[in-house]
């Protein structure tokens, strides 16, 4: 039981260039949700999936798209990235709606955009 | 706006010691408040998960408390160990996502 996993752990873009950041659960929950970390600004959505076939816009939608692949999938995808996007990812997954279930993190992603 | 404070951002303690950690939040109308743990370089781990229909949670040597009418968490730690260096988080459940606070960076001095 892994839990969340994401790929990849570490990239480095240069402004412009696109990429999807993968993540999958294996929990069987419904809802999955993607945030950024920024020094001095906290965790902030981004999207969110509230079950398979749906997503919704958080805080921060601006410059990402996402797709809920399937149950297990969730990825979000930077179409042409810009420095402003340099920071650290997290997918989570929750068994329903997040606002009142546990969530369940995964390790995360360094994006360095240059 | 709904915003969700912890105040200090940074707590240095001796092994041992009792501590609490606050959180404040707006709007009383929240499904629950939860407290994660961050290491360095990591992802956060649940702590533990106040419904707004409770008082409060105990987990091993740590206890959460909830007070919706004066908009208040406070995270107890009994007897803090070096293993508990980490920044905690507190965040507050609304329909659809969570709303994080800034954290509180905690160091545990041996």
């Known amino acids: 039981n892994a839990g969340v996993t994401q790929t990849p752990k570490f990239q480095v873009l240069k402004t412009g260039q696109s990429m999807t950041l993968q993540c999958a659960q294996d929990m069987n929950h419904n809802s999955m949700y993607w945030y950024r970390q920024d020094p001095g600004m906290g965790l902030r959505l981004i999207y969110y999936?509230?079950?398979?076939?749906?997503?919704d816009k958080g805080e921060v939608p601006n410059g990402y798209n996402v797709s809920r692949l399937n149950k297990r999938e969730f990825s979000l995808r930077l179409e042409s990235a810009a420095p402003s996007q340099t920071s650290v990812y997290f997918c989570?997954?929750?068994?329903?709606?997040?606002?009142?279930?546990?969530?369940?993190f995964g390790p995360g992603t360094r994006l360095l955009v240059l | 706006k709904q915003e969700v404070t912890q105040i200090p951002a940074a707590l240095s303690v001796p092994e041992g010691e009792n501590l609490v950690l606050n959180c404040s939040f707006t709007?009383?109308?929240?499904?629950?408040l939860q407290w994660f743990r961050q290491d360095p370089g990591k992802g956060l781990t649940s702590l533990l998960l106040i419904q707004s229909s409770q008082r409060e949670q105990t987990s091993g040597r740590l206890n959460a408390s909830l007070d919706k009418s004066s908009g208040r968490s406070t995270l107890y730690i009994a007897a803090s160990q070096p293993g508990d260096s980490a920044t905690y988080l507190c965040a507050r459940g609304s329909q659809g996502n969570l709303i994080f606070g800034k954290g509180t960076k905690l160091s545990v001095k041996p």
């Open positions: 709007d009383s109308a929240i499904y629950n």
């Open positions: 989570a997954s929750s068994e329903a709606d997040g606002g009142g279930e546990t969530q369940y």
């Open positions: 999936s509230a079950s398979e076939g749906t997503t």
